[in-house]
């Protein structure tokens, strides 16, 4: 938030992105807007994702709260899917936070290589997730103040 | 003695000229037109006209004074300037000619044979005026005769062209029957390679059988058992390597007939085979205009964009195609959607600012992206879009399948691995029962057991997740190296077609004057030049017109033919329907193997040409998914 003064446009010097966003994997999605001042694409990108992100949370914290069925499955799943996006946009730390839940979730630590019991799994996951969602607000917020000097 | 050798023998070494000269003189009826000089070392010429009328026809063949007088300069005779008299005046009369020459002498034919043709002298300034006003028409006939030369020339190479390109379509109906030769033999090897992975099974079966379920190596040469998942339920590997050679030199994907026949087909229409003028002209036309032009610059695109605004033809499809990916370009950016989970399949469209270079298709490739998560699937879409791509995208798997089980084709497939409802590697088992589409998985997982795999289930390629432009770009350059233009392709085809080009851009385009039919065609049939001397008008103004009209239709010709090009792929929607009903002749036998899949997606329209053009159409399978909804 401090960064309003900001009008470089380099989302980099926004306090918080440095270890938070992959310069290279981001700029090549800003690369892609039309009007750099607008930033149509890559914003409705973010902002599309920023409801994903926040639907898939819930989804999460409410499969590991009732843990009916193969909930460990579909929270493995979640992570996966979430890691992909994260992935793609360069949100490096909510990526590998996601990675870990996905392998997790398969009842596997957090490397995927070895086996974990369920109880593990859902300790491991109740943290990981809080760790993933902090982790998104941060960069939610990094990503809103890089957009907001144009809103 | 003298008057003998004169007519006869020698004259063996005088000019023709000077003979006939020496020869009219001799003839006395015509004195009082005519005659030897007073002193008998010139000749003078009393009466001016009727030395032009009568004489002169008869015994050089034509009738004018001016080219005589010429002549007589060629040969050194000089007219007879009496300056030096009272009077200025010739004693002849005021209206004679006298010319004399040193050795042309009355009574003495000998010194006639000293009479030579002067050799092409630079011209004296000092020369009388009449000699001035003979040169010109000696220009004339130099001009003329060039003309006519080149002329000739070009109707030598008009007809070389004609037969060349009577070659050409010849080679290419060869080159065609070839390439459906060879696709039939690749499907041959694929039944073949089908055939042996059964017996293969088979033996596997029974080497298990007789070894016991982890049994020492079977017989058949399975090495990959041991690293594989430890079990040997894999083919043989001399079989795998055989399919996965066969995958990689599919003949499907490298030869391209769409791109022979659309060459073909401009040939024909060229040779005036087909005179169903192109019903798509405009259509094909924007398209290089609306992209960054790369190879085909210059003159070309430029010229093109004086089409743009010709109105669409009404056609077999009614102006836009969805089903021709060249309007992909051209259709107005819109937003892109936001709610992504429509099961739609989306064109990104819209002009992009090049950050990236043109990849220079010689179509846009048209790609299959199947991806569930959205963010993956709107950026990898806009990527390809970039990159001159059409894209059509599945939200899964089993979406995937059906769009290629209902007919769609594809030059490549992109296929992230998990997904609801049917996995990537599932879905490219799949579509390999019935498709031989390159599909590159994109995925990150990535570990060598994961790839090895995909390549197990037929995918040809991975690309790790997540991806880069370049990464992306690198896939595709790969796997579309057929689409790849070489170089400066379509340019060189038909260039050097002046005439009929021209013709049809006289239909088009006002704005060339030098180009209409009338010049074209006398240009192009030398036999229409008038056979007289050539100081007349009618020539030279042809000449001229010509010679302007040569540099101004030659952009013409090289603008149409980018555009002809694109015309004769996409007006030929019969030829590409026949195509494709063959290719799916071909595929029916497997494809009804799957018949449920297809059922299930509403899609006997396998069956319908008619409806293939709304092959986009989203008709997709929701009522079969009850867990679609599941992780968004």
């Not at chain 2, 379920?213 to 055989?242: K, M, R, T, W």
């Not at chain 2, 021709?324 to 064109?347: C, G, Q, R, T």
């Not at chain 2, 799916?584 to 293939?612: E, T, V």
Request: charged letters at 25%.
């Amino acid at each position: 938030m401090s960064a309003s003064d900001d009008k470089s446009g380099d989302i980099m010097l926004i306090p918080g992105a440095e270890d938070t966003i992959d310069p290279a994997t981001f700029e090549q999605i800003l690369e892609m807007d039309e009007d750099e001042v607008e930033r149509e694409f890559s914003r409705s990108i973010v902002y599309d994702f920023f409801g994903q992100a926040d639907s898939t949370f819930k989804k999460m914290e409410s499969s590991l709260e009732k843990k009916e069925g193969e909930y460990l499955k579909e929270l493995s799943e979640l992570g996966h899917f979430l890691k992909g996006s994260s992935a793609t946009l360069g949100l490096t730390k909510v990526k590998d936070s996601c990675e870990k839940i996905q392998h997790y979730g398969s009842q596997k630590d957090e490397t995927g290589v070895k086996d974990i019991t369920e109880k593990e799994s859902c300790d491991k996951l109740k943290t990981t997730i809080a760790q993933a969602k902090k982790e998104f607000l941060e960069v939610k917020d990094v990503l809103k103040e890089y957009y907001k000097d144009t809103d | 003695m003298d008057s003998n050798q004169a007519g006869g023998a020698g004259s063996s070494n005088s000019s023709d000229f000077v003979r006939k000269l020496y020869k009219m003189l001799e003839n006395p009826s015509d004195e009082s037109v005519v005659r030897w000089g007073n002193d008998g070392d010139s000749f003078v010429v009393l009466e001016n006209e009727k030395f032009t009328k009568h004489i002169l026809p008869k015994h050089f063949k034509h009738s004018n004074f001016a080219s005589f007088v010429r002549q007589l300069n060629k040969y050194d005779f000089h007219k007879v300037r009496h300056n030096n008299e009272e009077n200025g005046q010739s004693p002849y009369g005021p209206g004679a000619w006298e010319f004399k020459h040193p050795d042309f002498k009355m009574n003495n034919k000998d010194a006639l044979d000293n009479i030579r043709r002067k050799a092409p002298a630079p011209r004296k300034p000092n020369q009388p005026n009449e000699t001035d006003m003979l040169v010109p028409s000696q220009q004339m006939d130099m001009v003329s005769g060039q003309l006519m030369a080149t002329q000739a020339q070009l109707h030598a190479l008009e007809g070389r062209y004609n037969e060349l390109s009577i070659h050409h379509s010849m080679l290419l109906q060869e080159v065609i029957g070839l390439q459906k030769t060879v696709v039939n033999h690749e499907h041959v090897m694929q039944q073949i390679m089908t055939f042996l992975h059964g017996v293969d099974a088979t033996q596997r079966r029974n080497s298990k059988l007789s070894f016991g379920p982890n049994g020492a190596q079977p017989p058949n040469g399975n090495i990959e058992g041991a690293n594989q998942a430890a079990d040997d339920d894999n083919p043989a590997s001399p079989l795998q390597h055989a399919s996965k050679l066969l995958s990689e030199t599919n003949a499907d994907v490298m030869l391209n007939p769409r791109n022979l026949e659309q060459m073909n087909e401009i040939t024909m229409r060229m040779n005036g085979t087909l005179t169903t003028p192109p019903p798509d002209f405009a259509r094909a036309a924007v398209r290089p205009t609306s992209r960054g032009p790369p190879s085909a610059s210059s003159a070309g695109s430029m010229r093109l964009e004086n089409l743009d605004n010709l109105v669409y033809p009404v056609g077999q499809s009614n102006g836009i195609d969805p089903m021709y990916s060249e309007h992909i370009n051209n259709i107005p950016y819109a937003a892109p959607p936001k709610a992504v989970d429509a099961a739609e399949p989306k064109f990104l469209e819209g002009r992009k600012k090049s950050t990236i270079p043109d990849p220079g298709w010689i179509r846009p490739p048209q790609i299959l992206l199947v991806e569930d998560d959205p963010t993956c699937r709107r950026i990898g879409s806009k990527f390809l879009y970039a990159f001159h791509c059409s894209i059509d995208s599945a939200l899964d798997g089993l979406e995937a399948v059906n769009k290629m089980n209902a007919g769609s084709k594809y030059d490549l497939v992109l296929m992230d691995i998990i997904m609801p409802n049917l996995d990537g590697v599932s879905a490219c088992h799949l579509i390999r029962q019935f498709d031989t589409t390159p599909i590159v998985a994109m995925t990150s997982n990535i570990r060598s057991d994961d790839i090895s795999m995909y390549f197990q289930h037929g995918m040809n390629d991975v690309l790790p997740k997540p991806f880069t432009k370049e990464g992306l770009l690198h896939m595709l350059e790969k796997h579309l190296v057929h689409l790849k233009k070489p170089s400066a392709q379509g340019e060189g085809m038909a260039a050097p077609q002046p005439v009929q080009i021209a013709r049809q851009l006289v239909l088009k385009e006002e704005d060339s004057p030098a180009k209409s039919p009338a010049t074209v065609s006398n240009w192009n049939s030398p036999s229409q030049m008038p056979g007289v001397s050539p100081v007349g008008s009618t020539v030279t103004d042809e000449y001229a017109q010509a010679l302007q009209g040569q540099p101004v239709q030659h952009p013409g010709a090289y603008s149409v033919n980018p555009m002809q090009a694109n015309i004769g792929y996409n007006s030929s929607p019969q030829m590409q329907m026949q195509a494709r009903q063959q290719q799916q002749q071909q595929q029916q036998p497997p494809a009804s193997h799957r018949r449920q899949i297809s059922d299930i997606s509403g899609g006997d329209d396998m069956s319908n040409p008619a409806k293939r053009q709304q092959m986009y159409a989203p008709h997709m399978p929701q009522q079969m998914n009850p867990m679609q909804q599941r992780p968004r």
